[in-house]
Structures are given as C-alpha cells and as structure tokens.
C-alpha cells in the first residue's frame, strides 16, 4: 500500500492549520499592543502584570500615570502633537521599567506600570523624566504627569486590581479639586 497519497492528503489541513495558527498567533500579538506608542494594551498588560505579581508580590509596584494637561495640547497644538507626546511618553515610562518591569497604555492619556524594587528615587526618577518637554514641529507642548503607585506588599491580599485601585485612589489624591495638576 502506497502512503505517500494519504499522507499528502493528511499534509494539505495540516500545513493550513498551521498557517491559521500563526496568522492567529499574530493577530493576538498586534491586539495586546497599542498601534501608536508599542506598549501593552489593558488586555496585554493584565496577563503579564500578573504573573509577575505572582512571581514577586513583595517587591512589585503598580503605578497609574495620568497626563496632565493634555486636552490642552490636542486643542491648542492638534492632533499630531499630542500623539508625539503620548509617543514620547510610552518611550520614558518603558525605559524607565526597563527589563524587570512592564508598562501600558490603558486608553486615552492613561498609561499604567509594574516593577520590581521601585524606591522612592526610582519613583521620583519618572517623575523627572515625564516632566521633561516634547518637542514638537511648533513648540514645545507643556504636559506634566500624575503618578499613583501601590507597593503590593501594602495589600492585604497582593492582587493587581487591589494594586491598580490603591495607585488610583493615590493619583487623584495628587490632583487637587479633582482637576489635572503637575505633581512634582
């Protein structure tokens, strides 16, 4: 009996269950990922910031960082200039986690963080760097940063929407009135 037909009829699903597959894989990849700044998407970042919840409850932080003012460079600099600014955002919030840690971008002008080991310096170190000027083709938009952070090992039960709900409550605490304001 001569398998080679059968096995060539067996190999032709095969081969585009595996090209599926991969497309698929793709797709998935692209999803978690927000098109413009190449951070995490919520769905992205809640699998990841997890597990490495899990792996290290006692030395992670959360953080949620809020864009201040930045209605105002849509509305007075257009479109072009605030996704610069979110760009370059991304860029200083995933450099400054570096590998052992993750960042996002939650929607809007919302990004959130995890990270090992994040002393007040470190914290401080973001601060600095998001309060820099973005340069921009006509000027400089002016943008300041809100940050709440959550030690885990605060929580009574290490859990990121305990943490994410504690960096919340911690941002707003920063914004006086409720209104957007530059913590420095």
């Not at 990922?33 to 910031?49: E, K, M, Q, V």
């Not at 409850?57 to 864009?67: G, K, Q």
């Amino acid at each position: 009996m001569d398998l080679a037909p059968i096995l060539a009829a067996a190999g032709v699903p095969l081969v585009g269950w595996s090209t599926h597959s991969t497309w698929l894989y793709r797709r998935l990849a692209i999803a978690r990922r927000d098109p413009l700044t190449g951070l995490h998407t919520r769905d992205g970042f809640t699998i990841r910031a997890e597990h490495l919840i899990r792996s290290h409850p006692a030395r992670t932080t959360v953080l949620l960082i809020d864009l201040d003012d930045f209605k105002a460079v849509n509305d007075t600099h257009g479109h072009a200039a605030g996704d610069t600014v979110l760009a370059a955002t991304a860029a200083r919030i995933s450099a400054w986690c570096g590998s052992q840690g993750l960042a996002a971008r939650l929607g809007g002008d919302e990004f959130a963080a995890v990270v090992l080991d994040a002393t007040a310096e470190r914290l401080e170190a973001l601060s600095t760097a998001l309060l820099k000027p973005v340069s921009h083709l006509d000027g400089l938009p002016p943008v300041g940063a809100s940050i709440g952070h959550c030690h885990l090992a605060e929580l009574p039960v290490p859990s990121l929407t305990d943490a994410l709900a504690a960096a919340d409550r911690d941002m707003y605490s920063h914004k006086p009135d409720g209104r957007t304001s530059r913590r420095r």
